[in-house]
């Protein structure tokens, strides 16, 4: 199958700096990339849907000016967590659909651990 | 909106079958994935069903019914390995929403 990379594996920040997380296409070319929210027990939470060349669509309840979304080539979208908080700490995984199997199944990243002290 | 409900742990024994049911209510269909999920880790596809019916493939099986908003994973011949958590996702034209859930532990 497709194969989604995410960098880093995790990060552990202070209170009040900027995280950034990249999600990468390593073998298809991804018009449409996802971030998920994961926290302990708990199952995936649609954060936003990252369109490349266009604005990200957020999901209710996620604050676009503290998750920054930027798609800005087929192959990477990057999130960053703006004045991380310690409830920010979460691990955050991206996805993408592979458009040459037809669309429909997501490509999960091995997904980026986020502790903030 | 979305809801999508999953029991939150089961047990089974190795070599077992186990069944882990899925109902659903959504604005929108577009096909019902299961994922598997081991601890710390990210999901991965198990399988994918858009049409009513089984799909079977290896020791799992998938089944849906889109009348009764109802999917099911079937895993057969269990191993210690299967241990993990087990995501039903229903998948809208432009998204997937997740379920909660369900945990298996499989013992000897």
């Known amino acids: 199958g497709a194969v989604v990379s995410q960098h880093p594996s995790w990060v552990i920040c202070k209170s009040g700096t900027s995280v950034k997380i990249e999600c990468r296409s390593l073998?298809?070319?991804?018009?449409?990339m996802f971030w998920y929210r994961q926290f302990p027990k708990q199952s995936l939470m649609l954060m936003a849907t990252s369109n490349e060349g266009s604005k990200a669509t957020y999901e209710q309840g996620v604050e676009k000016d503290k998750f920054l979304i930027n798609h800005a080539s087929l192959t990477l979208s990057t999130l960053t967590v703006t004045s991380a908080h310690p409830e920010d700490s979460s691990f955050y995984i991206c996805?993408?659909?592979?458009?040459?199997?037809?669309?429909?199944?997501?490509?999960f990243g091995p997904g980026t651990r986020l502790t903030v002290l | 909106g979305q809801n999508i409900d999953q029991p939150t742990e089961m047990t089974a024994t190795e070599g077992a079958i186990v069944q882990i049911n899925c109902t659903y209510q959504t604005s929108g269909f577009n096909g019902l994935f299961w994922y598997q999920q081991h601890a710390g880790e990210a999901p991965t596809f198990l399988s994918y069903n858009v049409l009513d019916g089984l799909e079977e493939k290896g020791r799992f099986s998938s089944f849906l019914s889109r009348s009764k908003g109802y999917s099911y994973l079937l895993l057969k011949e269990l191993q210690m390995k299967d241990s993990a958590s087990y995501l039903c996702a229903v998948g809208a034209p432009s998204k997937l929403t997740f379920g909660t859930g369900t945990r298996l532990q499989v013992t000897l």
């Open positions: 996805s993408a659909r592979d458009p040459r199997g037809g669309g429909h199944e997501q490509f």
């Open positions: 073998d298809f070319q991804a018009t449409t």
